[in-house]
């Protein structure tokens, strides 16, 4: 291809660009919290607009629907599913953080960064924002109708842009099915760390409460009563260390989740919007296209037919009439498969901007086991001294035996 038009297709972007665009909050609003609720509404905050905004989620459907409607060649992220019954609290948490990866795709696509769709969603406080949107699109058309490359799309593809799309297609597929097992792993892991708090906080608990035990000793055990009882002082003091170590493994499985799982699921959303941005070339305008060139090839054959047959002129006329429709329809659906393939292959190189993205989820996986690790480390070294006066005995009765392991550890 020609150097300028290499121009008119390629993306001049980095991911910094992309992720520095905007950045959108997504928080509950919080007097609106609770197990049962009849709608849950968000604070939705843009940085680049410097705006504030409430929206529920049905909002959300309604924006998406209309980025469809006026964006259909491009990649429009999915939305969280709707639940029928009463939401519970974790399931409103996991659809506020789908509806934060939903709106900050979108709104740091180059498509749709100064669009007005995007604007009234992220900036509108009026009545029913709803309406303002639909507004904002009407007798507007969608994106082939307002390009103005739409016409000549074909002229900036490469010759061999069917082959292009195959190959990044599978490549897409590829990556989606890895990285779905890495975001699984991931999210186990964030988990097994929550579960170690848990685990560890019990822990410490127990000991609490074994030190706080004030079951008296009988009689018979009355020799070992005092050591029995600076045993039980040492045993309810540990539980501050446990707990301490219970807040760091919860920490980290925290940042696991937000700087790991979140961001894979983030990565999960752009490559199953491209997949179905491949699904809706295939099944729609290409569809349409072939469909329209087998209406043509039977009107033809009509027409041949009636010439044939030397109907009446008016209905060969008709006829004629129709093909001609039919070649325009044709010509217009051959011109929107070119656009569509035009926008497919920005879209892919969208893709691969965001690939980097992955040396950024790698590092933070790696920067939260060190620090995770780090800090428990320090807490379990600051436990160890105090566990020497679990082994303090009476002087008049000789200490059990040590091991050599045994010996080693507690003469450190």
């Not at 520095?20 to 919080?30: A, F, K, M, R």
């Not at 199953?272 to 033809?300: I, P």
Request: proline letters at 4%; aromatic letters at 8%.
């Amino acid at each position: 291809m020609h150097s300028s038009q290499e121009s008119q297709l390629m993306l001049n972007h980095t991911l910094q660009q992309l992720l520095g665009h905007d950045t959108v909050q997504v928080e509950l609003i919080p007097e609106k919290k609770g197990l049962f609720l009849k709608h849950v509404e968000y604070e939705v905050s843009s940085q680049c607009f410097k705006s504030s905004v409430y929206r529920r989620y049905n909002d959300f459907v309604v924006f998406q629907e209309m980025l469809l409607q006026k964006y259909p060649y491009r990649m429009v992220p999915t939305l969280p599913p709707k639940r029928m019954l009463g939401a519970d609290r974790e399931f409103i948490e996991a659809r506020r953080r789908a509806l934060t990866r939903f709106i900050n795709l979108v709104a740091r696509h180059p498509s749709f960064w100064d669009d007005i769709l995007v604007n009234v969603f992220l900036t509108y406080n009026g009545q029913d924002v709803q309406n303002k949107m639909r507004e904002s699109i009407r007798g507007v058309g969608d994106e082939y109708i307002t390009s103005k490359l739409s016409t000549q799309a074909k002229d900036f593809l490469p010759a061999d842009i069917q082959i292009q799309f195959s190959a990044s297609r599978e490549l897409i597929r590829n990556l989606f099915n890895s990285f779905y097992k890495l975001r699984d792993r991931a999210d186990r892991m964030a988990a097994r760390a929550t579960e170690n708090a848990t685990d560890l906080l019990s822990f410490g608990k127990e000991l609490s409460a074994l030190g706080s035990d004030t079951t008296p000793l009988p009689s018979w055990a009355a020799v070992t009563q005092s050591t029995w009882g600076t045993l039980k002082q040492a045993l309810k003091g540990l539980s501050v260390e446990f707990a301490l170590l219970a807040d760091k493994a919860a920490h980290q499985g925290k940042m696991e989740e937000i700087d790991v799982v979140e961001k894979l699921n983030m990565f999960l959303d752009l490559l199953q919007s491209y997949k179905d941005l491949c699904e809706r070339h295939e099944k729609g305008v290409l569809h349409k296209h072939q469909k329209a060139l087998h209406k043509y090839s039977l009107m033809k054959k009509q027409m041949m037919s009636a010439t044939v047959q030397s109907k009446e002129a008016e209905s060969v006329e008709q006829l004629e009439s129709r093909i001609v429709e039919q070649e325009n329809a044709i010509i217009v659906m051959e011109l929107r498969n070119y656009f569509s393939l035009y926008c497919l292959h920005q879209e892919t190189q969208l893709i691969h901007i965001y690939l980097p993205l992955t040396s950024h989820i790698l590092g933070a996986f790696v920067n939260s086991q060190i620090q995770g690790h780090k800090e428990m480390n320090q807490v379990w070294n600051d436990l160890k001294p105090k566990l020497n006066c679990l082994f303090v005995e009476p002087p008049t009765l000789p200490s059990p035996p040590l091991s050599p392991e045994e010996r080693n550890f507690f003469t450190r």
